[in-house]
């Protein structure tokens, strides 16, 4: 098994620059979320699919972040424009079924750098 | 209020010692991770139990739902132990997607 695969690992742009990051889960798993680590907050969720669609996006910090699941084998989180303050690594995870049910499987995280 | 708290913030040992890492909630639950951050970064889910008791190799878990309260064993540590792990619960009163993250306990394991 491949495990969740992120990418990019690493990137670094100006701010007012689009982010894409691109997550793909495990082949089976039906729940896929997205984290945000910093040092100041620590790990918080963004938003958690299931099959698809979008159950809860309470994390996401405003409209400049958005999540689109459009098959269940690829996720992507876009951040336009970008700010400083977005700096932080991203990682993605998939379970088989939800985030209590089962455990997630983290991906190895995107640290993303706002200049 | 939904808290997550871990307790202590940092750890050092010895190799060999007996680790113990505490994590409180101050609401009900239905299932309570433990999770490992290498210092690499990579994250490591290592258990989901919503009651007793999980045990996997030199690792254990346990909770006490009534008191609201885990903790996470560590048998004979090994510098390779060494990390960052992180408890987390489901947040009460919103969808059960939304996990709470305790700030994580650094554990340095010396040969």
């Known amino acids: 098994d491949a495990g969740v695969i992120q990418s990019p690992r690493h990137e670094v742009t100006e701010m007012g620059q689009e982010v894409t990051l691109r997550c793909k889960p495990i082949?089976?798993?039906?729940?896929l979320f997205w984290y945000r680590q910093t040092m100041m907050r620590g790990l918080e969720l963004l938003i958690y699919f299931n099959n698809n669609v979008p159950i809860d996006d309470s994390g996401m910090p405003e409209d400049r972040f958005s999540a689109k699941m459009p098959n269940a084998s690829f996720s992507t989180l876009k951040i336009q424009p970008s700010e400083p303050r977005d700096s932080a690594v991203y990682f993605c995870?998939?379970?088989?079924?939800?985030?209590?049910?089962?455990?997630?499987?983290f991906g190895d995280g995107t640290r993303l750098s706002i200049l | 209020k939904n808290e997550v708290e871990q307790s202590p913030q940092n750890l050092t040992a010895q190799e060999g010692e007996f680790i113990t890492i505490n994590c409180s909630y101050s609401v009900g639950i239905s299932a309570l991770h433990w999770l490992q951050q290498h210092p690499g970064g990579g994250i490591v889910s290592l258990f989901m139990?919503?009651?007793g008791k999980k045990k996997h190799g030199r690792l254990i878990a346990t909770i006490n739902i009534q008191e609201k309260h885990s903790s996470l064993h560590i048998t004979a540590s090994h510098p390779r132990d060494s990390a960052v792990y992180i408890c987390?619960?489901?947040?009460?009163?919103?969808?059960?997607?939304?996990?709470?993250f305790g700030k994580g306990t650094k554990l340095s394991v010396k040969p």
């Open positions: 139990l919503s009651s």
């Open positions: 987390a619960a489901p947040k009460v009163g919103g969808s059960q997607g939304n996990l709470i």
């Open positions: 082949s089976g798993h039906n729940s």
């Open positions: 995870a998939s379970s088989l079924d939800g985030p209590n049910n089962q455990p997630q499987h």
